[in-house]
C-alpha cells in the first residue's frame, strides 16, 4: 500500500466519523474539493476509501437486518 493510501483511508475514516457525528452531508464534498485542489492521486485514493466504507457500512446494515428479520443477530468481530 502507498503511503497516500494510507493518508486517505485514515482521512475518510475521520471525515465520515464527523460526519455522523456533525450529521453534515457536506463535509465529504468539502474536503474532497479542498484535497483535489493540491493533489489528485491523494483525492482519487480519499474519494475510493469513502465508496468503499460507505458501502462496506451500508452492507453491514443490510446483513443486520437480514439476520433480525431471520431471528438471529450478527456476532461482533473478535
Same mark, same amino acid.
Given at each position: 500500500?502507498?503511503?497516500? $493510501?494510507? +493518508?486517505?483511508?485514515?482521512? /475518510? #475514516?475521520?471525515?465520515? *466519523?464527523?460526519?455522523?457525528? &456533525?450529521?453534515? $452531508?457536506? +463535509?465529504?464534498?468539502?474536503? /474532497? #474539493?479542498?484535497?483535489? *485542489?493540491?493533489?489528485?492521486? &491523494?483525492?482519487?485514493?480519499?474519494?475510493?476509501?469513502?465508496?468503499?466504507?460507505?458501502?462496506?457500512?451500508?452492507?453491514?446494515?443490510?446483513?443486520?437486518?437480514?439476520?433480525?428479520?431471520?431471528?438471529?443477530?450478527?456476532?461482533?468481530?473478535?
Amino acid at each position: 500500500m502507498a503511503y497516500y $493510501d494510507a +493518508l486517505a483511508q485514515k482521512l /475518510a #475514516e475521520d471525515v465520515l *466519523a464527523a460526519q455522523r457525528a &456533525l450529521n453534515d $452531508d457536506q +463535509l465529504v464534498k468539502d474536503i /474532497a #474539493e479542498t484535497i483535489e *485542489a493540491t493533489s489528485s492521486t &491523494l483525492h482519487e485514493a480519499f474519494m475510493t476509501a469513502v465508496r468503499v466504507y460507505a458501502a462496506e457500512e451500508r452492507a453491514r446494515l443490510q446483513l443486520e437486518q437480514r439476520l433480525k428479520a431471520g431471528g438471529f443477530t450478527l456476532k461482533p468481530p473478535r
